[in-house]
């Protein structure tokens, strides 16, 4: 069930624009209230993830709307058309997101574009380093008002702890000089771990010294703020630096997965595995190797299509994905062949859960519509990699997969 948004704007064309707007971009049901009547009258009876409010309504001309809103939990961007510099800085004193002012089309894109990012860091965790309680709890409350989820700490070495136990982490925000391990050491403790592209450092300082700053970004910091800030320089900048890992995020993985299934690609699989093997040595932890393809694969699109193909082919790698566990490796090697490793097994557990598969995809049937259903097999050829190098272990998997396809099919072949 899609979440709701309230707007409450007295002007009815402005209002039904907006929520027009939003219901067309995002996946979220709009309700409009014209007053602060009606706008306690739906706070009563639904739960908002985000309150739109006009700061002048003929029943709260003074911006009472704001105050009765933030009383009752709601979190909220004010819309004015008051471009008043001293009017504007007492609103944003109050616990409100942002301040939009009602100019045009730009204005309800940019309402837009934020309620998307809020919605978006529900998924990221942020780590709040900082000695001064004051100064770490502000951030907290700002953090938490922007839909990130919050953890804080005092010092240095105890963010190292939490880092070490806890891989949802993608923004860490520390203070420059805090006792036991500064801001700066511990930006150059996380790069020694963590790169750019999947943990984000944004260092805070009371030092106006433009020095300070170059050394933290030379460290590896992504950006810098300087205290005392503004909610919204705050706010920009922690959004940018969030939105900035994301892309990087984004492009990693198209140049990582496989466009249908989203599974691992080929490349990749071989990267990982060259890192897992430098990893475990020459005397390391068995491995077992599968490649996995579908039976009469050819049959199925050309007797349903392409489309129930692919479905097939995404159905499948489901099953792959749930079967296995976050240490092991799936990939879609092309067409409807895949490879799997299951690391630190032997030869009997490898079987036993390569037969699971098998039954589990024999078993499992894919409807294409009311009167039609298909049922498909899958041929799997494994074996336990030794001292050979790996393209030699996909080798002997492969011919191992030819054994199972020529002896009928639907079966699993173990290399004795």
Do not use: W
């Amino acid at each position: 069930m899609s979440q709701r948004i309230l707007i409450v704007e007295d002007n009815k064309t402005l209002a039904k624009l907006i929520s027009k707007k939003i219901e067309a971009a995002l996946d979220f049901q709009v309700d409009i209230a014209y007053s602060l009547g009606e706008a306690k009258l739906f706070l009563k009876m639904y739960k908002y993830f985000i309150t739109l409010l006009d700061i002048n309504l003929p029943d709260a001309p003074n911006g009472e709307v704001v105050d009765y809103v933030l009383s009752k939990d709601n979190r909220a961007i004010v819309l004015s058309a008051n471009i008043d510099k001293e009017f504007r800085q007492n609103i944003l004193k109050k616990n409100i997101i942002d301040y939009v002012n009602k100019g045009g089309v730009d204005d309800i894109n940019y309402i837009i574009q934020t309620i998307d990012r809020l919605h978006k860091n529900q998924n990221h965790t942020v780590l709040v380093v900082d000695d001064s309680m004051v100064f770490r709890k502000q951030m907290q409350n700002l953090l938490k008002n922007m839909f990130f989820k919050v953890i804080s700490v005092a010092h240095g070495e105890e963010a190292l702890n939490i880092l070490g136990t806890n891989s949802d982490i993608n923004l860490v925000l520390t203070d420059y000089h805090m006792p036991v391990m500064d801001g700066l050491e511990l930006t150059y403790e996380i790069r020694k771990e963590h790169n750019k592209n999947s943990l984000a450092i944004l260092a805070v300082s009371s030092n106006k010294d433009n020095e300070v700053n170059a050394i933290f970004l030379k460290a590896g910091a992504n950006d810098f703020i300087t205290k005392p800030f503004s909610k919204e320089e705050f706010s920009c900048r922690i959004n940018n630096t969030i939105e900035a890992l994301e892309n990087i995020q984004i492009v990693t993985n198209h140049a990582n997965r496989d466009y249908l299934t989203g599974l691992y690609n080929r490349r990749f699989f071989f990267e990982t595995m060259a890192e897992y093997q430098d990893e475990i040595g020459e005397d390391g932890e068995k491995f077992a190797v599968a490649m996995i393809d579908i039976d009469h694969f050819k049959k199925i699109n050309d007797t349903y299509g392409h489309d129930v193909g692919d479905k097939i082919i995404i159905a499948l790698s489901e099953v792959l994905r749930t079967s296995t566990s976050h240490r092991d490796l799936v990939a879609r090697f092309g067409g409807e062949e895949f490879c799997m490793v299951l690391k630190n097994i032997n030869r009997y557990s490898a079987l036993d859960i390569f037969e699971r598969i098998r039954q589990e995809v024999e078993s499992f049937s894919f409807t294409v519509d009311k009167d039609n259903f298909v049922k498909f097999t899958i041929s799997i050829g494994c074996v336990i990699h030794s001292q050979e190098l790996l393209e030699e272990t996909i080798s002997n998997a492969d011919m191992m997969l030819y054994k199972a396809k020529n002896a009928g099919r639907n079966q699993v072949v173990f290399e004795a």
